[in-house]
């Protein structure tokens, strides 16, 4: 049911000064509007709402991994790191990386354990407070008030961070800002231009709210480009994966083994296409 607050986002997280239109996905808080200069979906969401959402993971567990997920955690945690030391071309032991919104330090536990000088940032006191118990180093409070020198980092992560955030831009300037010249920023986040994102609609769980803990601003390639130009940052490289018909529970067993095996058989496709639910960017700053 469309909610009669006024809207938490109301201009493009991108930067961009065009308008919003219905992008005819509607959602409970509202329909989702879209930029039409860059495509961005944004969120119905007020601001109580968003609030509200966002305390999913705002406790001392934040967003650790429980036992039966950590294995394929820490395997997709190390391919990323693989590749982003690629993109630098530099050996993890001589890379400074910073992951802001860690959470309580499932991102840098892994990251440490590999090699890299890894820290973070995060403004919830709880989590922070978890991944500090566990030997890590973490500033509690956002990127900004961090105060970080010019040109500190070789390396910043934005796991699952800027579909949270209705001013993705400033956060973006800010990590250019303490990003060393030559270095990488790397953004995952899901894809509102996917395969699944078309396919299923309001029932994505990407979209929601509520069980995504505040999402409101949805990102597609052409935006986070946009996004990267806009920040002073050149894309590096930009890769999207999986695709999904539906989410575990809206559907028969059968029919859910069945649209998981298309799903599989569309994954290669879905990423030569750029069409992955899962896209994840990396970012240069220029020389």
């Avoid at 966002?54 to 036992?67: I, Q, S, V």
């Avoid at 509690?140 to 970080?148: C, I, N, S, V």
């Avoid at 949270?164 to 400033?170: P, S, T, V």
Wanted: proline share 3%.
């Amino acid at each position: 049911m469309k909610n009669s607050g006024a809207h938490y986002v109301t201009a493009c997280a991108v930067g961009c000064g065009a308008g919003l239109r219905d992008s005819g996905i509607t959602l409970p808080e509202g329909p989702l509007r879209r930029c039409v200069e860059c495509g961005q979906l944004l969120s119905s969401a007020t601001e109580a709402q968003y609030l509200r959402s966002l305390g999913r993971f705002d406790n001392t567990a934040g967003t650790l991994p429980d036992a039966t997920s950590q294995s394929r955690h820490d395997k997709n945690t190390a391919r990323r790191l693989g590749k982003l030391a690629a993109a630098l071309g530099r050996a993890p032991e001589t890379i400074r990386l910073l992951d802001v919104g860690c959470s309580s330090g499932a991102f840098l536990r892994t990251a440490c354990r590999l090699g890299y000088r890894a820290e973070g940032v995060e403004p919830s006191a709880d989590a922070a407070q978890t991944a500090r118990a566990a030997g890590l180093k973490v500033f509690t409070g956002y990127l900004e008030q961090a105060q970080f020198a010019d040109a500190t980092f070789d390396a910043i992560t934005l796991i699952e961070i800027v579909e949270h955030l209705r001013d993705a831009l400033g956060l973006m300037r800010e990590c250019a800002r303490i990003l060393k010249p030559g270095g990488v920023v790397l953004v995952t986040t899901p894809n509102a231009r996917s395969w699944t994102a078309r396919a299923m609609g309001a029932r994505w769980a990407g979209f929601s709210l509520n069980a995504m803990g505040g999402h409101i601003s949805f990102f597609n390639p052409h935006s986070i480009a946009m996004l990267a130009a806009r920040s002073g940052l050149a894309v590096h490289h930009i890769e999207t994966r999986n695709v999904r018909f539906f989410e575990r529970g809206q559907c028969s067993r059968g029919l859910h083994a069945a649209a998981k095996i298309a799903a599989e058989l569309l994954n290669w496709p879905a990423r030569l296409a750029g069409a992955g639910h899962d896209l994840h960017a990396y970012l240069r700053r220029p020389l």
